[in-house]
């Protein structure tokens, strides 16, 4: 069943508002077997709304169409839509009465703007919104379904939830899409689709792979289609236990999962603690660790070491090793790692210092070099990288590869 959603909003297209509705939408579709073969953003533009839905209903089988139904003058989607399924609107009185109840809820009056908001086109089927005030409408023209949904996220996904989704399954032929996500770092895009080329061009006709980077990280993602949903879990179960094989050191985790959570688990697991002392990531180990509910149970504390006074006074990196090789170097960087293990008392600490940029770099030490220390009971490791030259994506990078780092040092030592 091809799907094709079509966002309706000036606030889309002009970057004020995120598109999270369309991506939600089209995961909710895929999870129950739906096939998205096209995002279409337009604007509230009686046009542009006609020549959408025509050209939709020419290659798909469902379009989902979301905003432009609010109260004010902008809202004219209800309007094309009269237009386009040759339509008048009549008033309808459930969804009028959920108008009532909500504004009565409230202790607010009902206005004759939002009286109006319970007229619908009399050839759809309405959807009653249980969130809002405007209703959701379904029509179906020459084997085509569409649907009209509000823009506000919690109205649009109780009807997709509750309404959308168990329709359309009815009219499925059956076909069931899996999607599974193998979680990498180490490698960049390029050279990981070089160590599993093998692998992915021997993908069954009915599985495909697809690359989805970002910064310090490569998420596979592996979709399968099939009719029996239990089989098509085990193959794609199976070809996933393949790259495992092929890649053990890159994979950090599955599905949705973050380092951060992985490292937690690890941490929590084992009963043992961590501290951080960051220099150039200011803090942000430290955020990402206690972003995870419980982390208490592992994390003691971090240091700040922005400046080397504090390095000193804090830490214990002696003067002389910040004199003779600096901040961004691999005799301050342990020393950092170790003074802030000894002074949290625990098992583990990460330590960072860089060059984040944009400005700062030399020639011996361009932006973006930074060296990361990670001290555990018995082992000492400093490894030196080189990032990048934006000062965001090198924070979030080292972040990220500190915290692998960590990873891979408790799992060896099993």
């Given at each position: 069943?091809?799907?094709?959603?079509?966002?309706?909003?000036?606030?889309?297209?002009?970057?004020?508002?995120?598109?999270?509705?369309?991506?939600?939408?089209?995961?909710?579709?895929?999870?129950?077997?739906?096939?998205?073969?096209?995002?279409?953003?337009?604007?509230?533009?009686?046009?542009?709304?006609?020549?959408?839905?025509?050209?939709?209903?020419?290659?798909?089988?469902?379009?989902?169409?979301?905003?432009?139904?609010?109260?004010?003058?902008?809202?004219?989607?209800?309007?094309?839509?009269?237009?386009?399924?040759?339509?008048?609107?009549?008033?309808?009185?459930?969804?009028?009465?959920?108008?009532?109840?909500?504004?009565?809820?409230?202790?607010?009056?009902?206005?004759?703007?939002?009286?109006?908001?319970?007229?619908?086109?009399?050839?759809?089927?309405?959807?009653?919104?249980?969130?809002?005030?405007?209703?959701?409408?379904?029509?179906?023209?020459?084997?085509?379904?569409?649907?009209?949904?509000?823009?506000?996220?919690?109205?649009?996904?109780?009807?997709?939830?509750?309404?959308?989704?168990?329709?359309?399954?009815?009219k499925i032929n059956g076909l069931q899409i899996i999607h599974k996500k193998v979680l990498t770092h180490g490698v960049g895009e390029s050279f990981l689709s070089e160590l599993i080329?093998?692998?992915?061009?021997?993908?069954?006709?009915?599985?495909?792979?697809?690359?989805?980077?970002?910064?310090?990280?490569?998420?596979?993602?592996?979709?399968?289609?099939?009719?029996?949903?239990?089989?098509?879990?085990?193959?794609?179960?199976?070809?996933?236990?393949?790259?495992?094989?092929?890649?053990?050191?890159?994979?950090?985790?599955?599905?949705?999962?973050?380092?951060?959570?992985?490292?937690?688990?690890?941490?929590?697991?084992?009963?043992?603690?961590?501290?951080?002392?960051?220099?150039?990531?200011?803090?942000?180990?430290?955020?990402?660790?206690?972003?995870?509910?419980?982390?208490?149970?592992?994390?003691?504390?971090?240091?700040?070491?922005?400046?080397?006074?504090?390095?000193?006074?804090?830490?214990?990196?002696?003067?002389?090793?910040?004199?003779?090789?600096?901040?961004?170097?691999?005799?301050?960087?342990?020393?950092?790692?170790?003074?802030?293990?000894?002074?949290?008392?625990?098992?583990?600490?990460?330590?960072?210092?860089?060059?984040?940029?944009?400005?700062?770099?030399?020639?011996?030490?361009?932006?973006?070099?930074?060296?990361?220390?990670?001290?555990?009971?018995?082992?000492?490791?400093?490894?030196?990288?080189?990032?990048?030259?934006?000062?965001?994506?090198?924070?979030?990078?080292?972040?990220?590869?500190?915290?692998?780092?960590?990873?891979?040092?408790?799992?060896?030592?099993?």
């Amino acid at each position: 069943m091809k799907t094709e959603i079509i966002s309706i909003g000036d606030e889309l297209l002009i970057g004020q508002v995120v598109n999270t509705n369309a991506s939600w939408i089209a995961e909710q579709l895929n999870i129950a077997g739906i096939e998205v073969i096209r995002i279409n953003t337009i604007a509230d533009i009686r046009e542009e709304i006609l020549k959408a839905l025509q050209e939709a209903s020419g290659r798909a089988e469902v379009v989902l169409i979301t905003g432009g139904l609010g109260p004010t003058r902008d809202d004219i989607t209800k309007n094309t839509l009269c237009e386009y399924f040759d339509s008048r609107l009549v008033f309808h009185a459930p969804s009028f009465a959920y108008v009532k109840k909500l504004f009565g809820d409230r202790g607010l009056p009902v206005r004759e703007v939002n009286r109006k908001q319970a007229e619908v086109p009399h050839n759809c089927i309405p959807i009653v919104n249980e969130n809002g005030t405007a209703p959701g409408m379904w029509f179906e023209k020459e084997g085509t379904v569409f649907v009209s949904m509000p823009g506000v996220p919690f109205e649009m996904k109780a009807m997709i939830s509750n309404y959308v989704i168990p329709e359309l399954s009815k009219k499925i032929n059956g076909l069931q899409i899996i999607h599974k996500k193998v979680l990498t770092h180490g490698v960049g895009e390029s050279f990981l689709s070089e160590l599993i080329s093998d692998w992915e061009n021997n993908l069954p006709v009915n599985m495909k792979l697809a690359y989805l980077p970002q910064p310090g990280i490569v998420r596979l993602r592996l979709s399968g289609s099939g009719r029996d949903r239990a089989k098509l879990n085990i193959e794609m179960d199976e070809k996933i236990k393949e790259l495992q094989n092929i890649i053990p050191e890159l994979i950090f985790g599955y599905g949705e999962k973050t380092m951060e959570e992985v490292v937690g688990e690890l941490l929590k697991n084992s009963g043992m603690t961590l501290s951080t002392a960051e220099s150039c990531t200011g803090g942000y180990i430290a955020h990402l660790i206690t972003s995870i509910a419980g982390s208490s149970a592992y994390f003691k504390g971090s240091v700040v070491a922005y400046s080397n006074q504090i390095k000193t006074s804090i830490l214990d990196v002696k003067e002389d090793t910040l004199a003779a090789h600096g901040a961004v170097s691999e005799q301050t960087v342990t020393g950092m790692a170790l003074g802030v293990r000894k002074k949290f008392n625990t098992d583990f600490a990460i330590a960072v210092s860089g060059v984040a940029g944009p400005d700062g770099g030399t020639d011996q030490k361009p932006v973006g070099t930074t060296w990361i220390a990670v001290a555990g009971p018995d082992v000492l490791i400093a490894e030196k990288h080189l990032f990048g030259k934006d000062r965001q994506r090198n924070i979030r990078i080292a972040a990220i590869t500190a915290l692998n780092k960590l990873r891979l040092m408790m799992i060896n030592d099993k």
